[in-house]
């Protein structure tokens, strides 16, 4: 059973930074893109962040120069470095990863429970 969990989500104050984790486990074969999106209330989940397993990176132009997108050395974790936060990034913020859990079968993406991040005074 592949699970994916995050952690890293808070309270913080507007200008500050928060670093969310992603780590996948279970039966994983490989890894291929990972990313992040987030979920506003009232509002529909959003792309934030995108990597491959090659390393390419694709934000969202709301986040761009802000936030940044990376993988462990193990390719089974993500984090994303959140800086300079704004009150409307306030979401709960979900991980999710393509992979293949045997070299057979095809590829399917997973997702996290999701964190809460709150930017706030």
């Known amino acids: 059973q592949v699970q994916l969990v995050e952690s890293g989500g808070g309270l913080v104050q507007p200008g500050g930074s928060l670093r969310l984790s992603c780590a996948a486990s279970?039966?994983?074969?490989?890894?291929?893109?990972m990313g992040w999106y987030r979920q506003a209330p009232g509002k529909q989940r959003e792309l934030v962040a995108t990597?491959?397993?090659?390393?390419?990176?694709a934000y969202a132009d709301s986040v761009k120069g802000r936030f940044t997108i990376s993988r462990g050395n193990a390719k089974d974790t993500q984090y994303l470095q959140m800086n300079s936060l704004k009150p409307e990034d306030t979401a709960v913020y979900y991980c999710n990863a393509m992979l293949r859990v045997q070299v057979i079968s095809l590829p399917y993406t997973y997702w996290g429970q999701g964190t809460q991040v709150t930017v706030s005074s």
């Open positions: 990597i491959t397993e090659g390393g390419s990176t």
């Open positions: 279970g039966e994983i074969f490989d890894i291929y893109t």
